[in-house]
């Protein structure tokens, strides 16, 4: 059953690195609790107690938000596939926008990427598993190219603006500051 860790250990590494997609929940302190969806090669485990993911243009800039606010994250993977397993990784988290040296040292960890809009890096202080006896087997084909491809027929300038019109505010109205320095 379900156990809890100060740390992710190597077993539970492997189980990430396997894994095509995975759920970011974060919140301020008013407003909407957002869980996220992420997939993609944009997920990297720095050791037992940091990782960085690749975060990509998306419809909305939520986590970024929230994390401005309040920078807890809980980062959630399910085994569709194999045996069953839930993880749960708690902690703090910071964002990095392009305009930050953070950003592009750890840029060259994940494929490149014209829709890059953040890397966020997290520091774990609770490992957690539990069974995953509910979850569905499901079988995974293939990754979409859908965001990719859009991305690169809008190139640099309209990206950009994209952020400007879709990127700079939450659905709650608070700051992504995606270009404040």
């Given at each position: 059953?379900?156990k809890k ?8 590494k492997?189980?990430i690195?396997?894994q095509?997609i995975?759920?970011?929940g974060?919140?301020?302190?008013e ?7 992420k997939g993609?090669?944009?997920f ?8 960085v993911?690749?975060?990509l243009t998306g419809?909305g800039n939520?986590t ?7 920078n ?6 399910c ?6 397993l839930?993880l749960?990784?708690y902690?703090?988290a910071?964002i990095y926008h392009?305009r930050d040296k953070?950003f592009h040292?750890?840029a060259?960890l994940?494929?490149?990427n ?7 890096e ?6 957690q598993t539990s069974?995953?006896?509910g ?6 084909k293939?990754?979409?190219?859908i ?5 690169e027929?809008q ?5 950009e603006?994209y952020?400007k019109d879709k990127?700079?505010?939450s659905?709650?109205?608070f700051?992504?500051?995606?270009f404040?320095?």
């Amino acid at each position: 059953m379900g156990k809890k860790l100060d740390f992710i250990t190597p077993e539970l590494k492997s189980f990430i690195e396997d894994q095509k997609i995975f759920f970011v929940g974060t919140a301020a302190d008013e407003g909407r609790v957002n869980i996220s969806p992420k997939g993609t090669d944009s997920f990297r485990v720095m050791d037992q107690n940091k990782i960085v993911w690749l975060n990509l243009t998306g419809s909305g800039n939520e986590t970024a938000a929230h994390l401005l606010i309040n920078n807890r994250m809980t980062i959630m993977f399910c085994a569709f596939d194999g045996k069953p397993l839930i993880l749960r990784l708690y902690g703090t988290a910071t964002i990095y926008h392009q305009r930050d040296k953070q950003f592009h040292q750890y840029a060259d960890l994940f494929p490149e990427n014209i829709g890059a809009r953040q890397i966020i890096e997290m520091e774990i202080d609770l490992v957690q598993t539990s069974c995953g006896f509910g979850v569905p087997f499901m079988d995974y084909k293939e990754d979409r190219s859908i965001l990719n491809d859009w991305a690169e027929k809008q190139g640099k300038d309209r990206i950009e603006n994209y952020w400007k019109d879709k990127n700079s505010k939450s659905i709650d109205g608070f700051e992504t500051k995606i270009f404040e320095d």
